[in-house]
C-alpha cells in the first residue's frame, strides 16, 4: 500500500506537470467501489473538472488532492493498488523491468484519464487494480480541504505537521492509550501516512519492539520514538520514496521476501529477522536489537485503523462496529498482507484465477477412492452372543474383564500376560 513517501512523489509529479495547466479531456469510468463509496460519481467527476485549471497539489498522509480553479476539489486515497500516472514520466517508486514492448496507455484497470490543452499536452491516469482507492469531491474553499471529512478525521502529517506532532503531544496521546504501539501509529486518526514498512522502520530506528503497549514505555522511550518518527518518515519523503537511495543500515533493505527460499534471514552485521503477527498486521523484527521492556500484546483481535486497512475514514467511522473487525476487514487485512509479500509490486488478479482454477483442475482430476464395502457380520449364535470380544495386543499385565450378565448369568475372565 503506498504511504506517506509514495504519496509525496505522486503530489511531486502532479505539481511537476499538471499545476498551472487547464484540463481539456476528462474521462472516467464508474465504479461502484472507487467512486461510489465515496459518495461520488464517474459522471459527477469528469463534469467538475472538464475545463478547470490545477492550481496547485497538496498531501496529508496518505490522502492526496488537486486544487482547482473552482470548487470541487478532486481529493484521493490509492487504497492498496491505486497509483497515478503521467504518460512519459516515471512515477512509479520503483524500476520496472525493461521491455521492447510500447506503452499501452491508458494502462489497465483505469477509472479516470486526464488531458490539458498545452502544447505539447500532458496525459494522466488514476488506476487500481483491487478497487480498494478512493475519489472523492469536496465542495469548498482550497484553504478549507484539510477542515473537510475524511482530512478532518486524520491525525498530523509527520512532515507538514512538526508544529502540531511534538514529544509533548506523543507522549500524552501514548499515555492516555493502552494498544500495542505499532497498532496506535498505523492508526490514522492518531498520526497521518504511517504504514506497515514505515512503521517497522520507525520501530526499528527506534529500538522499540512493535508489541509493547503505548503506556509502558519511558518518557526517554517515548521520545526517542518521536524522533524516529519524524526521522523516518522525512528521509522517506525527501527521496520520494525511491529505496535505491535509502539509508543503507535501513530495516527496508531486508525486510522483504518473507517465507521465499532466498528471503533475507538476518542483517548483515548478522542479527536476526523474525516476522509477528499483531492485530493481523506482519510485523518484521529484529529481537536482538527491539527489546520487550514492558507488557506486550500477542494480538489485538484483528482490530487496525480504517485507513490503513484499506478503508476510508469517511465510510462509516462514525455509528460503525464499534469491537472486532467486520468480515470485509479482515479479508482486505489479508489482501494487504499478500500485497507486502510483492516487494513493492501490485499483484495482478489473473495470477490468482489462474491459481485458482489449476486447484480446481487438480481436484478434478483425482478420482475419489472406492468406497470400501463393510463386511456383512455372520449371524451369531446364542451361545456365541455370551464371547468376550477380542483382546488389543497390547495390554497390562494384569487387567480384570469383567462382562455384563446374560440370561441371567454372570462371567468373568482374568487376563493374565496376554491370555484369558
Not at 167 to 181: A, D, G, S
Not at 323 to 340: M, P, T
Request: proline letters at 6%; charged letters at 35%.
Amino acid at each position: 500500500m503506498p504511504e506517506i513517501a509514495e504519496v509525496a512523489r505522486i503530489v511531486h509529479h502532479l505539481k511537476k506537470s499538471l499545476v498551472g495547466k487547464t484540463l481539456s479531456v476528462v474521462k472516467a469510468q464508474d465504479d461502484a467501489n472507487v467512486f461510489g463509496k465515496a459518495g461520488t460519481s464517474a459522471a459527477e467527476f469528469q463534469k467538475s473538472l472538464t475545463g478547470k485549471k490545477v492550481l496547485d497539489a497538496g498531501q496529508q498522509g496518505k490522502y492526496f488532492w488537486m486544487i482547482m480553479s473552482s470548487p470541487p476539489h478532486p481529493v484521493f486515497h490509492f487504497g492498496m493498488t491505486g497509483w497515478f500516472h503521467i504518460r512519459g514520466e516515471q512515477t512509479a517508486y520503483y524500476r520496472p523491468k525493461e521491455t521492447d514492448e510500447e506503452e499501452v496507455w491508458p494502462p489497465k484497470f483505469w477509472k479516470f484519464f486526464l488531458e490539458t490543452d498545452s502544447e505539447p499536452k500532458v496525459e494522466a491516469t488514476f488506476t487500481d487494480a483491487r478497487r480498494f482507492a478512493r475519489i472523492r469531491l469536496v465542495d469548498c474553499a482550497a484553504e478549507d480541504i484539510r477542515k473537510t471529512t475524511p482530512l478532518k478525521e486524520n491525525g498530523p502529517d509527520p512532515v507538514i505537521d512538526k508544529d502540531i506532532l511534538t514529544e509533548e503531544w506523543l507522549l500524552e496521546k501514548m499515555k492516555k492509550r493502552h494498544v500495542p504501539v505499532k497498532a496506535f501509529m498505523l492508526d490514522q486518526a492518531n498520526i497521518s501516512g504511517i504504514g506497515n514498512w514505515v512503521g517497522d522502520e520507525i520501530m526499528y530506528n527506534a529500538k522499540l519492539h512493535p508489541e509493547q503497549y503505548t503506556d509502558t514505555f519511558s518518557v526517554d522511550q517515548i521520545k526517542q520514538l518521536h524522533t524516529s518518527i519524524l526521522y523516518v518518515c522525512q528521509t522517506a519523503v525527501d527521496h520520494l520514496a525511491d529505496s535505491s537511495k535509502f539509508p543503507e543500515e535501513w530495516l527496508f533493505k531486508h525486510r522483504w521476501g518473507k517465507g521465499k527460499k532466498d528471503a533475507a534471514t538476518t542483517l548483515p552485521n548478522g542479527a536476526k529477522l523474525t516476522f509477528l503477527t499483531v492485530g493481523g498486521r506482519t510485523s518484521c523484527v529484529v529481537p536482538s536489537i527491539q527489546k520487550k521492556t514492558g507488557p506486550v500484546a500477542a494480538d489485538v483481535n484483528g482490530k487496525v485503523d480504517d485507513m490503513e486497512n484499506g478503508a476510508d475514514a469517511g465510510e462509516g467511522k462514525k455509528g460503525g462496529k464499534a469491537k472486532g473487525a467486520s468480515k470485509k476487514r479482515k479479508a482486505v487485512l489479508k489482501e494487504e498482507e499478500d500485497e507486502e509479500e510483492v516487494d513493492e509490486k501490485a499483484a495482478t488478479p489473473a495470477k490468482k484465477k489462474r491459481a485458482s482454477a489449476s486447484k480446481k483442475k487438480d481436484k478434478t482430476e483425482k478420482p475419489a477412492p472406492p468406497k470400501k464395502e463393510r463386511a456383512k457380520k455372520p449371524k451369531m449364535e446364542d451361545s456365541e452372543t455370551t464371547k468376550s470380544p477380542p483382546l488389543p495386543k497390547k495390554m497390562s499385565k494384569k487387567v480384570k474383564v469383567e462382562e455384563e450378565p446374560v440370561s441371567g448369568r454372570r462371567r468373568s475372565g482374568r487376563v493374565t500376560n496376554g491370555t484369558v
